[in-house]
């Protein structure tokens, strides 16, 4: 039997609980990550809004994981299900774009300046998060729903009003939108 410092420095093994857990973590971050790629690369608009619903269902999983059950609820039933709907509605709606080939010119160098700084920001926030001697913090309160909902109609009041806006922007976008309908 191994003593507990030689498991420590091999790290948690995949078939015990937290290297099953790691495992789920990263395959929600993948999950976000291939969402946003077919959100920002497809050319058809319905599967950009596919690709934005899937990253935010992964953005939900990432609050569960902070152990955030009620926020990832929210998540899902917020943007996952009335915004992407609301964009999808939208994008079915509108009038469909002539696609000709006389395409605009993009800068040559767009692409790869992109590329170079989005590498740049991420090895950033890699080595940081790496070096970060992360502190763990007990649990507050017990997370029912009870209480969630009185703190949110009482000290976090503006968390609940800007929800309610971004619904209501999402609202009038799609009624834009739709008022132009089809020729």
Not at 31 to 45: K, N, Q, Y
Not at 121 to 140: E, Y
């Amino acid at each position: 039997m191994q003593s507990l410092s030689s498991q420590l420095a091999n790290g948690p093994s995949l078939f015990s609980a937290e290297g099953f857990v790691g495992l789920i973590f990263l395959i929600t971050i993948a999950v976000i990550i291939i969402g946003a790629f077919m959100a920002t690369t497809s050319r058809r608009l319905v599967r950009c809004v596919a690709g934005l619903a899937v990253s935010f269902t992964g953005v939900a999983g990432i609050y569960y994981f902070l152990m955030s059950p009620f926020v990832a609820m929210m998540q899902m039933l917020i943007y996952v299900g009335a915004v992407s709907i609301l964009i999808a509605f939208a994008v079915m709606l509108a009038a469909p774009e002539d696609h000709t080939g006389s395409g605009s010119r993009t800068n040559v160098l767009a692409s790869p300046l992109g590329a170079g700084m989005a590498a740049m920001v991420f090895a950033a926030l890699s080595i940081l998060g790496i070096k970060t001697q992360w502190q763990s913090f007990p649990r507050q309160g017990s997370g029912d729903i009870e209480q969630i909902g009185y703190v949110l109609l009482t000290s976090h009041s503006m968390v609940f009003e800007a929800i309610s806006l971004v619904l209501l922007i999402a609202i009038i976008g799609a009624l834009v939108l739709a008022r132009k309908g089809r020729s």
